[in-house]
């Protein structure tokens, strides 16, 4: 299968613990997208990198949140004492760098907060 | 600020019938306008893409259409399956924005037989 994988698929953790999620994006794709989906509505922007640069943060809930792509090819988002209201489907998405390109989402991570 | 707004919230249509859904955005300077299909816990799927100067967009039983001018765009579904029923997303690209993504909150259309 190529194209963007995510894992896990799902998560439940306990408030207050740290989560991580990885990303695989499409092989050549250059840019790589974090979205967050609550229940009934659309994807929200969180932040996106090309490569390994990460050119948008403004955007992530808090600064519980953060994203890496080390190496310019997988991407982790990282939640650190996780709240109820984090609860929620975490996207991600690649894209050539091109304007208007294509963005290809991955099946998601749930994240369920108890 | 950038909004997607989509509507009906929801729809239940039976198997055979065609359905309509809408969307409105005051996204600016306008890109591209994209609808996607979402199944149930999964990710959103690329139905469409259009551009300023393209009025019409078919994929199958899907027709797309856009008034740039207006700022409206809708989704045509013909001769509906139970397998059309998900969740159906307008998004719209602004230029310049680094491919970012404005997304409406979705129609959920739901096929019955």
């Known amino acids: 299968d190529t194209g963007v994988s995510q894992n896990p698929r799902h998560k439940i953790t306990k408030r207050g613990q740290n989560v991580t999620f990885r990303c695989d994006p499409i092989?050549?794709?250059?840019?790589l997208y974090w979205y967050r989906q609550t229940l009934g509505q659309g994807p929200e922007f969180l932040t996106y990198?090309?490569?390994?640069?990460?050119?948008?943060k403004s955007r992530l809930l808090s600064d519980r949140f953060s994203a890496e792509r080390p190496k310019g090819s997988f991407s982790t988002l990282e939640i650190q004492r996780t709240e109820q209201g984090d609860s929620a489907m975490y996207l991600c998405?690649?894209?050539?760098?091109?304007?208007?390109?294509?963005?290809?989402f991955g099946p998601g991570t749930r994240l369920t907060v108890t | 600020k950038n909004q997607v707004e989509q509507s009906p919230q929801s729809l239940i249509i039976l198997e055979g019938k065609n359905c309509t859904l809408q969307?409105?955005?005051?996204?600016?300077?306008?890109?591209?306008l994209r609808w996607y299909k979402q199944d149930t816990g999964r990710g959103p799927v690329s139905l469409t893409i259009?551009?300023?100067?393209?009025n019409t967009k078919s994929n199958g039983r899907y027709t797309a259409t856009l008034d740039a001018d207006t700022k409206q765009s809708s989704l045509h579904i013909t001769a509906s399956q139970l397998s059309d029923s998900a969740s159906y997303i307008c998004?719209?690209?602004?230029?310049?924005?680094?491919?970012?993504?404005?997304f409406g909150g979705g129609t959920r259309l739901m096929v019955k037989p």
């Open positions: 990198f090309q490569n390994e640069a990460q050119l948008e």
């Open positions: 259009m551009t300023f100067s393209e």
């Open positions: 998004v719209v690209s602004a230029k310049n924005a680094g491919n970012m993504l404005t």
């Open positions: 969307c409105n955005y005051t996204v600016s300077p306008f890109s591209n």
């Open positions: 092989s050549e794709h250059n840019r």
């Open positions: 998405a690649s894209s050539l760098p091109a304007g208007g390109n294509e963005q290809y």
